[in-house]
């Protein structure tokens, strides 16, 4: 497995453009990339905690005042990651003539090859500020909150609406002016495909094409070891089916849509893909969606999602029915996107990512051979992990269950203790100390979900 090192850029004046624009200085601030094992994503060098917000048209429809909204509330709840469309094509949601809030579209006469740039970026002054400049500023808000993005090429659409407007003959270009343009934003992770699986040869052939192209862009030459890319497949379905062999693929992505309950087998596939890649949910079932068989999407299924992606050794993407289209497609609305932004299942989850914090979940192999007796199923699935040094096990109960775990997996020296979290507040209480034997665990009373940590007294932190 590659992974991601610095080294001196080449500049063409208009990637350095670009650049000057920003603000920026073309030595990158942070540097994204894949841990030597394969198993996680890093940032600088260090393990990076993906707990991802869908927001297909943030880039479209918010206004910037709207956009600060958006990025400080997710700021406070601990996100890592935005997921966005540099340009949606999918006609349900207005396709690749998909204007801003100002009325900018991205292409002129919808020809990929023809980007509607214009000379110039001041907001003030509709003759300059295009689509493109809005996607710029957007992008430099989300890395200014801490964020990186996680930027979908063109979104396509489950039914290949895009390919109308992308096709092979184009996409290799397309590309290129895309990697052209954020040449030197390594905060970027590059998603292509978008809700969709290739129906053709013709279809199959777009998107190694793009990826040429964002790499001779974004480094100028086919240098795929310094770009992050994966693929956003349509429901049901893992990148590793199609690309995970692809030298352009550092990471898979899966989607489940309805189905949550088939998260963690589906990670787990791919989990054991080899050579081992990333992998994690890209999207699940969004919060309160009312388009679900499977609903009601409330926040203890939005922490089930979580918690069966990141015990299967993955990444997590959240999302809500309400926000990630900004109250524009009216089927699916339930109530205001900005009411919307303090859901209870969004702001639960940073509490699972301050347990797995210290818990240690780079160093985590999941392993449901911890379970003697209580696994469970289906909805109701709990789900187990142990530190591959041997330091510790933890444990998500998906619902109130009394469990039998295999404490013997506890290599390190010393007694052990157990602790509590309640997922939901993130309350804990201790839960007791042992020996190396098989014990039982029922959670405190009341909690619909819970977490279980159980260490080395001598080794609580990772």
């Not at 917000?53 to 709840?77: C, K, M, N």
């Not at 001779?216 to 890319?229: A, F």
């Not at 809500?320 to 699916?332: A, I, L, Q, S």
């Amino acid at each position: 497995m590659k992974t991601r090192k610095p080294e001196p850029q080449s500049w063409s004046l208009l990637p350095l453009l670009f650049v000057l624009l920003w603000g920026s200085s073309p030595t990158p601030a942070a540097e994204l990339g894949v841990a030597a094992s394969g198993r996680y994503l890093t940032a600088r060098g260090e393990p990076f905690f993906w707990l991802g917000d869908t927001v297909w048209l943030l880039a479209q429809v918010p206004s910037r005042d709207e956009l600060e909204l958006y990025l400080q509330t997710r700021a406070e709840q601990g996100f890592t990651v935005i997921q966005l469309t540099a340009v949606m094509g999918e006609e349900r949601v207005w396709g690749t003539t998909r204007a801003t809030s100002r009325g900018d579209t991205p292409f002129v006469e919808g020809d990929v090859l023809r980007p509607a740039v214009t000379p110039g970026n001041d907001p003030a002054d509709p003759a300059q500020y295009d689509y493109w400049d809005h996607l710029d500023h957007v992008l430099e808000r989300i890395h200014a909150h801490g964020f990186r993005a996680a930027l979908v090429t063109d979104f396509v659409g489950w039914g290949g609406d895009g390919y109308k407007f992308l096709k092979p003959e184009n996409a290799r270009q397309y590309g290129r002016f895309l990697g052209e343009r954020y040449r030197g934003k390594p905060e970027i992770i590059w998603v292509l495909g978008g809700d969709n699986t290739p129906k053709n040869d013709d279809q199959k052939a777009v998107w190694p094409r793009v990826a040429k192209g964002l790499a001779e862009g974004l480094t100028g030459s086919e240098d795929y070891s310094q770009v992050l890319m994966t693929y956003h497949i349509n429901g049901g379905s893992s990148s590793a089916g199609l690309w995970h062999h692809s030298p352009w693929l550092d990471f898979n992505m899966a989607q489940t849509w309805d189905a949550y309950q088939n998260i963690y087998p589906a990670l787990l596939r791919d989990y054991q893909q080899s050579p081992p890649k990333p992998c994690g949910l890209g999207e699940g079932a969004y919060e309160d969606g009312p388009q679900y068989p499977t609903k009601p999407i409330n926040a203890l299924v939005i922490r089930r999602q979580a918690c069966w992606s990141w015990f299967a050794g993955g990444y997590h993407t959240y999302g809500n029915g309400n926000v990630w289209h900004f109250d524009t497609c009216k089927p699916e609305l339930t109530q205001t996107w900005k009411l919307a932004l303090r859901s209870p299942g969004a702001a639960t989850l940073k509490h699972v990512k301050g347990f797995l914090e210290v818990v240690g979940w780079w160093d985590c192999v999941p392993d449901p051979s911890l379970f003697a007796e209580g696994q469970g199923s289906g909805a109701s699935l709990n789900v187990a992990m142990r530190r591959a040094d041997g330091r510790a096990i933890a444990a998500y109960l998906a619902a109130p269950a009394t469990v039998r775990l295999r404490l013997d997996r506890i290599a390190a020296a010393g007694r052990l203790t157990a602790r509590w979290m309640n997922p939901a507040t993130g309350e804990e209480q201790p839960a007791g100390t042992w020996d190396r034997q098989t014990h039982a665990f029922t959670p405190p009373a009341g909690w619909n979900d819970t977490l279980l940590h159980v260490y080395a007294a001598a080794h609580s932190q990772p």
